[in-house]
Nanobody, 116 residues
Framework: QVQLVESGGGLVQAGGSLRLSCAASGIIFRITSMGWYRQAPGKQRELVATVTSGGSTTYEGSVLGRFTISRGNAENTVYLQMNSLKPEDTAVYYC??????????WGQGTQVTVSS
């Protein structure tokens, strides 16, 4: 059974930084992409950043230049370095892994709160 566990969330002042981590346990058939999503209260879940197995990255416009997604040395880990945080970045952040047969695995989420 696959489980994704996120960590690294917390409370930070505007302008501060946080680093989110996601580690997957279990067997995942050929990971094709890993990503971070977020959901703020009253809003739909949105894509923040993704990285493919080939290393290509994409970012949501408002985080471009501030957030960096990266894969860990362990195959099933992914990180999100978040700098220059803003109050509007406040949300629950979720990790997602997609495999080659388009199965998506989600973590339980980690809360990020940015105070002004």
């Amino acid at each position: 059974q696959v489980q994704l566990v996120e960590s690294g969330g917390g409370l930070v002042q505007a302008g501060g930084s946080l680093r989110l981590s996601c580690a997957a346990s279990g067997i995942i058939f050929r990971i094709t992409s890993m990503g971070w999503y977020r959901q703020a209260p009253g809003k739909q879940r949105e894509l923040v950043a993704t990285v493919t197995s080939g290393g290509s990255t994409t970012y949501e416009g408002s985080v471009l230049g501030r957030f960096t997604i990266s894969r860990g040395n362990a195959e099933n880990t992914v990180y999100l370095q978040m700098n220059s945080l803003k109050p509007e970045d406040t949300a629950v952040y979720y990790c997602k892994i997609r495999d080659a047969v388009l199965r998506d695995y989600w973590g339980q989420g980690t809360q990020v709160t940015v105070s002004s």
